[in-house]
């Protein structure tokens, strides 16, 4: 699939720049008064394992579990006859009454193991996620000060933190739980965007040449153009197998299909819109510098 002709994308970018900072700032402001659910990795609660020698329904325990929890349990199958439950509460108490509540329903279950997770490991993995994201930032930033120059660095990092801060504030206005795989799909999410505009910004740097005969808007509109095929064929073979994840993978994937989900559309847009227009306007404003 190719385009004939020449789309002007950079005509609206600043319309869309401004979208972008309302929908950062409403993001950190949902997190900031609103919070995020954050689930038991990262609060701590209570992992118990049961088998049966016939297998209910997943849902079938999840009311069960319910019934003696305060909030929502995770609940997910392994093998051919066992479940684990993971509840937000940490306490023996909590792990014997979800113990009794399956056992006075089922006669065939049978607990094989229980484990405690408790805060400061959820500490640790917040820690770890925040300063291994900080490290891909900063490593993403010298490298393509190297190969192409700094300000497509920075501009190739900001709509890397946009989109991250876009799925925190969806995930807060939704009030979905985060689970440790919900860091997994931000690191997946900065790596997809990062993608995109990459492959932007390369053709842009090899269109650079002609700047001063066709100007920066018309330079950055043809490249978007050359390179829209590619964005939108790697955006359709992802967003699919996601789309089915988010339909079909349960409450246990939910944190990552979502988050994946959230992240393939906003990244796409601001591969095209954020970066490609922070590129144009830094130019306009400073064109001095530049190769």
């Not at 979800?98 to 400061?120: M, N």
């Not at 920066?216 to 590619?230: A, E, F, G, K, M």
Request: with cysteine.
């Amino acid at each position: 699939m190719t385009f004939d002709r020449k789309f002007k994308f950079m005509e609206r970018r600043v319309p869309a720049m401004m979208l972008s900072l309302v929908l950062v700032l409403g993001s950190l402001g949902l997190v900031a008064f609103k919070g995020l659910n954050l689930g038991i990795d990262f609060t701590g609660g209570n992992v118990v394992q049961v088998e049966f020698d016939k297998r209910p329904d997943v849902g079938e325990v999840r009311e069960v579990v319910s019934s003696v929890v305060a909030a929502e349990a995770i609940i997910q199958d392994f093998g051919d006859k066992g479940i684990i439950i993971r509840t937000h509460e940490d306490t023996e108490e909590s792990r014997g009454a979800v113990v009794e509540a399956l056992q006075g329903r089922y006669t065939d279950v049978s607990v094989i193991g229980f484990e405690k997770v408790g805060p400061v490991v959820g500490q640790e993995l917040r820690n770890q996620a925040f300063w291994g994201l900080m490290a891909a930032l900063v490593a993403i930033l010298i490298y393509i000060t190297v190969r192409f120059q700094f300000r497509f660095a920075v501009v190739s990092v900001i709509p890397l933190i946009h989109d991250a801060v876009l799925a925190l504030g969806f995930f807060s206005l939704t009030w979905m739980e985060i689970s440790s795989s919900f860091i997994a799909a931000i690191l997946t999410i900065v790596g997809y965007s990062l993608n995109n505009t990459i492959i932007i910004l390369d053709r842009i740097r090899e269109n650079w040449k002609d700047l001063g005969k066709q100007g920066i808007v018309d330079l950055v509109n043809l490249s978007i153009t050359q390179t829209l095929s590619r964005t939108l064929n790697t955006t359709l073979t992802t967003l699919f197998p996601v789309l089915a994840l988010c339909v079909w993978g349960g409450p246990v994937l939910a944190a990552f299909s979502y988050a994946m989900l959230m992240g393939i559309i906003v990244g796409t847009y601001s591969s095209i819109f954020v970066a490609t227009g922070m590129i144009v306007e830094w130019w306009l404003r400073r064109p001095e510098g530049g190769k």
